[in-house]
Every structure is written in structure tokens, then in C-alpha cells.
């Protein structure tokens, strides 16, 4: 007992585990329901490992976000122990299982529905990531915080399945942003497709970025790249060279922003010189904060054709 006494005043190791569950996660190679097993043995493994884990699990819709774990009302927690397993692991299970359902049933609300069969009528619609991703910063926050140590590490993971989501590009930046004055690496794995957005993230808070093109093997994946920050030293700060594994190492980094009028990744761009806000064209108002650029010299006008 004293062991563990002297655990649980020890640091605090922290993650906070983002999921998309988009639409088209049924369409995914090896079924939902292996990807979401693998992220329940993964979140399972770290908070198994030692008492002074601490553990959220959010998940983002196209609709909303919801917290899966740990559970809304403390009485849940109040489980039996049952064939010698761990309570806590038994409660981790049961409350993922039971949120996730009630978030699968209000998404296949009727109302809902017919709302997201007009705006995805172009391209299918974007999983709310940025908004989940803050919503488990303020989980890490609050416990960075309770602990007097300094050495709480946390960390957070964030799994993406196929596709760009450039729609929240200055959402997910201030995520990053307030990521990296917290201390938070963000690591991303993403299922088939890159994302460049969530590639910047993990680059500027000193996380570890990784693309799976084999959703087969995402447990593995997840064990040997992503539990590196809470079984090895536990420096944090996205320190990774002190690891057992030898981490390939990282991509390039896709760095090009989104603009604002067309939501296109661009290369080259005007920026608003008073809000930094970025424009694919030369634009004479900035829509974001109302500044209006003379233009002396104008565009070169497109002759209209006359018959
Ligand atoms: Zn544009
Ligand atoms: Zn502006």
C-alpha cells in the first residue's frame, strides 16, 4: 500500500485521446469496429499502467463533440469488481460503450439528418476535430493544474480518418497554439489519407505525426509509435529522442495555409495587413475585420464580351 501511496503523489501522466467518427467511418477497410477497439485497448494500456494515469476520450462528429470518458456523473464510476479485473479498466470500457451509443443514436436523428444531407450535397462533411481537440485541452489544463508537481506530463492524440479538413484552419491554430503554451505535444494519426493541418499541429507543438495506410494494424501502430510519451523518460515536451524506439523520422511539413474565401490550401497569398487574414486573391475589403485596401493601380478587369 505504501507504493501505491507514494504513486499517487507521484506526477501525474496525462492523455487526452481526440477520435473522428465521421460518416464515412463504416466505409473504412477494416470496419469500425476494430478501429474503435483499437483505440479502447490503446486507452486501456495507459491507464492500466500505473494509478497516476489520468485518461479523456473525445469524440468528434461531423454534428458535435462529446466526452466518452471519464464519465459525466461520478456515480457511474461506482463499478464491482468482476472476474479480477481492474475497476477502473471495467468502468473505461462500460462508459465509452454507453456514450458512444447514445452519440450514435442522436446522430441518426431524422432532423439531423435532412440538415446534413443539404450541406454535405458537395463534399462530405467535416468532423468537428478542432473542437473536440479544445475541449480535451481544457481537460489537460485542469489537471496540469490541480497537481502542485512539476512534472505532470500530458499529452494528447489525436486520431484522424481520411481526409483534409480545412474548413476550421484558424480553429485548429489556436488549438496549437494554446497546446504549445501548455506543454502539450499533439500527436496525429492519421487513417489513410494526410492532413496537412493536423501535421502543422503536431510540428509546432512537438508531437509525433504518422499516417496509416493500413487501418489493420492501428493497435500495433499506436503501441509502438504513440505510448512512447507515457512509458518512456516522460520528459514531455514532445522530447522523443530519449525513447527505446528509433522513430523513423518525420515528414516534411506541409505548411501552406488555408485562405479564407475559398478554403483552399495556397502556396502563395495576400495577407491582411491588419489581421493577418490570408486571401487566395487580391481582395479590396477583408472580410475578417472590415479594413479596406485601395488599390491604386486595379486588377486587370476581364473585358465583357459584347454581340
Ligand atoms: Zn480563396
Ligand atoms: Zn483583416
Known amino acids: 500500500m505504501s507504493l501505491n501511496s507514494s504513486n499517487l503523489e507521484g506526477p501525474a501522466n496525462l492523455l487526452a485521446i481526440v477520435v473522428?467518427?465521421?460518416?464515412?467511418?463504416?466505409?473504412?477497410?477494416?470496419?469500425?469496429?476494430h478501429y474503435l477497439n483499437s483505440v479502447l485497448?490503446?486507452?486501456?494500456?495507459?491507464l492500466g499502467a500505473s494509478v497516476n494515469r489520468k485518461l479523456c476520450i473525445v469524440a468528434a462528429t461531423h454534428t458535435t463533440t462529446e466526452f466518452l470518458y471519464p464519465p459525466l456523473y461520478p456515480d457511474d464510476q461506482r463499478v464491482r469488481q468482476k472476474d479480477g479485473?481492474?475497476?477502473?479498466?471495467?468502468?473505461?470500457?462500460?462508459?465509452v460503450e454507453k456514450r458512444l451509443k447514445e452519440l450514435m443514436l442522436h446522430q441518426h436523428n431524422p432532423v439531423n439528418g435532412q440538415a446534413n444531407g443539404c450541406s454535405s450535397a458537395a463534399q462530405p462533411p467535416d468532423s468537428?476535430?478542432?473542437?473536440?481537440?479544445g475541449r480535451?485541452?481544457?481537460?489537460?489544463?485542469?489537471?496540469?493544474?490541480?497537481?502542485?508537481?512539476?512534472?505532470?506530463?500530458?499529452?494528447?492524440l489525436v486520431l484522424k480518418v481520411a481526409g483534409e479538413s480545412v474548413g476550421q484552419y484558424l480553429n485548429y491554430i489556436n488549438v496549437y497554439l494554446t497546446a504549445q503554451k501548455l506543454g502539450v505535444p499533439v500527436d496525429v494519426c492519421c487513417l489513410m489519407t494526410d492532413c496537412g493541418l493536423l501535421q502543422q499541429g503536431a510540428d509546432i507543438t512537438g508531437g509525433y505525426y504518422h499516417k496509416l495506410t493500413e487501418p489493420q494494424s492501428l493497435?500495433?501502430?499506436?503501441?509502438?509509435l504513440f505510448s512512447l510519451g507515457s512509458w518512456g523518460g516522460g520528459s514531455g515536451k514532445g522530447?522523443?529522442?530519449g525513447g527505446?524506439?528509433?522513430?523513423?523520422?518525420?515528414?516534411?511539413?506541409?505548411?501552406?495555409a488555408a485562405c479564407f474565401c475559398h478554403r483552399a490550401l495556397v502556396n502563395m497569398a495576400n495577407v491582411c495587413s491588419n489581421c493577418l487574414s490570408v486571401y487566395c486573391k487580391t481582395v479590396p475589403l477583408c472580410s475578417t475585420c472590415n479594413v479596406f485596401f485601395p488599390i491604386e493601380m486595379p486588377m486587370k478587369r476581364p473585358a465583357k464580351k459584347r454581340r
Open 20 to 33: 473522428d467518427i465521421p460518416p464515412h467511418l463504416m466505409l473504412l477497410e477494416c470496419g469500425p469496429h
Open 41 to 46: 485497448a490503446f486507452a486501456n494500456l495507459h
Open 85 to 95: 479485473r481492474l475497476e477502473q479498466l471495467q468502468c473505461l470500457d462500460e462508459c
Open 128 to 133: 468537428l476535430l478542432s473542437g473536440a481537440m
Open 136 to 156: 480535451a485541452l481544457l481537460f489537460l489544463r485542469r489537471h496540469i493544474g490541480s497537481s502542485k508537481a512539476a512534472s505532470n506530463t500530458a499529452r494528447m
Open 219 to 224: 493497435l500495433q501502430t499506436l503501441v509502438v
Open 239 to 241: 522530447g522523443r529522442s
Open 244 to 256: 527505446v524506439v528509433a522513430l523513423p523520422p518525420p515528414d516534411t511539413v506541409d505548411y501552406r
